[in-house]
């Protein structure tokens, strides 16, 4: 069997190349900058893009692959630069966010300017045709005459996709008793503030008990409201996360230290009743800096927390007893699986050819519910084959070889490796937002689109694309629905922390994004993208070298704002390609004047 890391890199040079594809597309599209000269050259290094990606699902080759990498990023950088040496030329730096725009609205006369990238289009183009002239040695054959056939059975693909159904993981896993349980221990009784633990390994699915639960108590307390505490974090940072939930913003406290924070939590809570859900806490330490800032007020308050550390639930209140999820039996295993993997007919008993290779793989699952979801959300896709099975039964057995110290792993590598090429960039993405955060999906599907992952899918919006995009995710239980809109579609999204780990470790060993905590990068940063989970911003901007590539900037911290206005001064210099810039802050942060030096921000 060949080797998933080898079918991972296949991959990446299809969204590479897709992604250039899209960025040669947009550049296409500023109709008024329009030369013939230009037009040729570039028109046929996108269409001969375009026509390996209908086709390109039989390259095996790793070395060829790599290539395809290496061109899609070389073609993006030189669209880049002749982007931003055209607006420093006329001046267009200084015209704001539309100065991408308006370098081209008015025409592009730089004629050696044109003449170079002329040049570089054709050495690339070149490049490229010698890989695709290598087609036959490994699984390209005979591009333009398939491509008719290849679209219609992605079509047919895609039109399967959207009418499978999608069911979410508290559909196919019921927690009915143990919410039951929990919503009992919340609401009446004891007055004085308990603190209610969550616990059991990772992937038993705490967090989406937790989420259960909340939803059913939250209306009973005057103050309410959910901290993520992934082990990155500061206490600093989940005690400014508590006062930004309850004021919305954090007002002047910048220069507040630890012990400030407390004081003004407790201040804010105190003489209410509030329930406060504190998602991963994973140290005894972690606790005693928070614990201060939840007074016992006599008023019946509680506090939720979920760890899989069984010593931290016991010692954040000793006379309540933890609440400890257990893994799934044989039976309850069968029946999740089932769920999941058989949407048209949740019953096994009309395919007794599968249910022998179905219980062999639930049983490598270890009776965890998100290794059973996810591998059924593998099998949901696939059609209902003794083939097709034995197939994905033979690829969990390979990944369950090369990760034997935690199996699930292995089998959440296999939900990545059977992605189509095209969710590839979109699931990766997922690492750069914090642990077990809800992720807006309406603004999720602007940095893609903007970062060039969504294909155009005939006279179909882009954003509609993107939405099927996200659904598509969601049946194979890649991410999780945290809220719906009024009509249906998915309002907020997030990810299991173990899927979140395993997209950080793809994406960084890719290139394609690296995460910053705490700890300052000791080389320099190589990814496209860089996102920042806590920290400093300006501790990157200090490696201008390695950071003025960069294709996407995001920042979730809560540290620096005040540094962050002075850093963002220095942005034009540091991240002159950026296409996306993400920033959150608690207080209003007004936007220099240098944002415009971001030609190619979209």
């Not at 009418?163 to 559909?171: D, F, K, L, S």
């Not at 989940?238 to 012990?259: K, Q």
């Not at 924070?261 to 209410?272: A, C, G, N, P, Q």
Request: glycine share 6%; aromatic share 8%.
């Amino acid at each position: 069997m060949e080797a998933p890391e080898g079918r991972e890199t296949e991959r990446m040079a299809k969204s590479a190349a897709q992604s250039a594809a899209e960025t040669l597309t947009y550049f296409l599209r500023q109709k008024d900058f329009y030369l013939p000269h230009v037009d040729r050259c570039v028109m046929p290094l996108r269409n001969e893009l375009k026509a390996l990606l209908k086709d390109v699902d039989g390259m095996r080759g790793y070395n060829e692959s790599v290539q395809l990498i290496e061109v899609a990023n070389n073609i993006k950088n030189v669209i880049d630069s002749f982007i931003f040496k055209i607006a420093e030329q006329r001046g267009a730096t200084s015209a704001g966010l539309m100065s991408y725009q308006s370098t081209f609205n008015s025409g592009i006369k730089d004629i050696p300017a044109i003449e170079d990238l002329g040049k570089k289009i054709f050495d690339l183009k070149r490049r490229l045709d010698e890989i695709l002239s290598n087609r036959s040695q490994y699984g390209i054959h005979n591009i333009q005459a398939r491509g008719e056939a290849s679209t219609s059975s992605n079509q047919s693909q895609i039109q399967r996709e959207k009418r499978a159904p999608i069911v979410a993981e508290a559909e196919v896993f019921s927690f009915e008793d143990e919410t039951r349980t929990l919503v009992e221990r919340l609401i009446p009784g004891d007055m004085r503030r308990v603190v209610i633990s969550i616990t059991g390994i990772r992937g038993t699915s705490k967090t989406t008990l937790a989420k259960e639960v909340y939803h059913h108590v939250r209306k009973s307390f005057g103050v309410r409201f959910w901290v993520n505490a992934p082990q990155e974090y500061l206490v600093r940072d989940i005690l400014l996360a508590c006062i930004i939930s309850i004021c919305r913003w954090r007002g002047s406290m910048e220069s507040d230290s630890e012990e400030d924070l407390r004081r003004k939590l407790s201040w804010y809570l105190e003489r209410m009743r509030y329930l406060v859900v504190i998602d991963g806490i994973w140290s005894r330490e972690a606790w005693d800096g928070l614990v201060t800032a939840f007074p016992d007020c006599e008023n019946g308050s509680r506090v939720l927390l979920t760890t899989h550390n069984e010593e931290v639930a016991k010692y954040a209140d000793t006379q309540s007893t933890p609440h400890k999820l257990h893994i799934l039996n044989e039976n309850e295993s069968w029946t999740l699986f089932c769920k999941k993997a058989l949407l048209e007919n949740p019953s096994p008993a009309c395919l007794p050819n599968l249910e022998e290779l179905g219980r062999r793989m639930v049983a490598k699952c270890g009776g965890l519910p998100l290794a059973i979801t996810v591998l059924g959300g593998v099998l949901s896709r696939k059609e209902k084959s003794v083939y097709k099975w034995e197939k994905v039964l033979r690829s969990v057995e390979w990944w369950l070889h090369q990760s034997e110290e935690d199996a699930i792993l292995g089998i959440l590598a296999l939900s990545y490796d059977d992605l189509p090429y095209y969710l590839k960039p979109c699931s990766l993405y997922f690492g750069a937002f914090l642990e077990h955060s809800e992720i807006c999906v309406d603004e999720l599907i602007r940095i893609c689109i903007a970062e060039g992952f969504v294909q155009r899918r005939g006279e179909k919006e882009m954003e509609d694309v993107a939405e099927d995009y996200v659904e598509e995710l969601i049946s194979r239980s890649m991410i999780q629905v945290a809220e719906r809109k009024s009509n249906g579609m998915v309002k907020k999204c997030w990810i299991h922390d173990q899927l979140r780990d395993l997209a950080i470790s793809k994406a960084e060993s890719e290139r394609f994004l690296y995460v910053y905590g705490n700890k300052a990068p000791t080389s320099s940063i190589m990814a496209d993208r860089l996102a920042m989970t806590s920290g400093d911003i300006s501790n990157c901007i200090s490696l201008n070298s390695s950071t003025a590539h960069l294709r996407s900037l995001l920042d979730f911290s809560y540290e620096g704002d005040l540094r962050r206005k002075l850093a963002l001064n220095t942005l034009g210099g540091s991240f002159k390609f950026l296409r996306v810039l993400h920033l959150e802050s608690g207080t209003p942060l007004r936007v220099p004047d240098e944002i415009g030096d971001l030609i190619c921000l979209r």
